[in-house]
């Protein structure tokens, strides 16, 4: 199993509240991705980092920042929580430079903002 | 926004039986293919990468076939078990680098009864 840990895995907080997410890998692997997995939606791409510093937008990417200080963690912050963000958060990582590459994914983390 | 659909939405099959699924596929700047296999309360876990029209993988009794000029590919599970129960994904990749970003289908949650 690929070297990815979220933290925390659960959460409740209420709307609001800033909340940030940690994904932290082992793999030393160029990129890494978040994303929410909501019934009827499957998994989408909420930003991804392509090196240190190095972030873009994904599909779903209003209301969610990110950051990459350093190649092992890669930080999802939501500035100030609503409901509609209660999901399930996936980080993934992949190490390739081209498309293609398999993505290993961490365990989740299951957020309800109330 | 990409567009990959998925059918069946849910499969109820018996041990023993063979079964396939459908993912389709924008055709056009296809660059990859992933089959993602995810049990509940898991994450997602990688089956094949495809790139190549005509692609054939296979991984025990599951295969996966790729139609890059029609934009669709069937994955087949045969002699289905219980423990093949869970949801298969397929996710595009349409372009190489920029960070390998997959949009995924809403998944196929196959149901495998004794």
Not at chain 1, 51 to 60: L, R, W
Not at chain 1, 72 to 82: I, K, M, Q, Y
Not at chain 2, 99 to 109: I, R
Request: proline share 4%; glycine share 10%.
């Amino acid at each position: 199993d690929a070297g990815i840990t979220q933290s925390p895995r659960h959460k409740v907080t209420e709307t609001g509240t800033p909340v940030t997410l940690r994904c932290h890998q082992t793999e030393n692997h160029r990129y890494m991705y978040w994303y929410r997995q909501d019934p009827g939606h499957g998994l989408r791409l909420i930003h991804y980092s392509y090196g240190v510093k190095d972030t873009d937008k994904g599909e779903v990417s209003d209301g969610y920042s990110v950051s990459r200080s350093k190649t092992e963690d890669f930080l999802l912050t939501l500035e100030s929580a609503t409901s509609s963000q209660t999901s399930v958060y996936f980080c993934a990582i992949s190490g390739g430079l081209a498309g293609g590459e398999t993505q290993y994914f961490g365990p989740g983390t299951r957020l309800l903002v109330l | 926004i990409l567009n990959v659909e998925q059918s069946p939405q849910s499969l109820h099959v018996q041990e023993g039986d063979s079964t396939n699924f459908t993912c389709s596929f924008p055709s056009s700047n296809f660059y990859a293919l992933h089959w993602y296999r995810w049990e509940t309360a898991k994450s997602p876990e990688a089956l094949f990468v495809m790139t190549l029209n005509g692609d054939e993988k296979k991984k025990g009794r599951i295969s996966a076939t790729l139609n890059t000029k029609e934009g669709y590919s069937y994955l087949y599970i045969k002699g289905s078990q219980p423990e093949d129960s869970a949801t298969y994904l397929c996710a595009f990749n349409s372009r190489p680098g920029g960070g390998n970003k997959l949009t995924f289908g809403t998944g196929t949650q196959l149901k495998v009864e004794l």
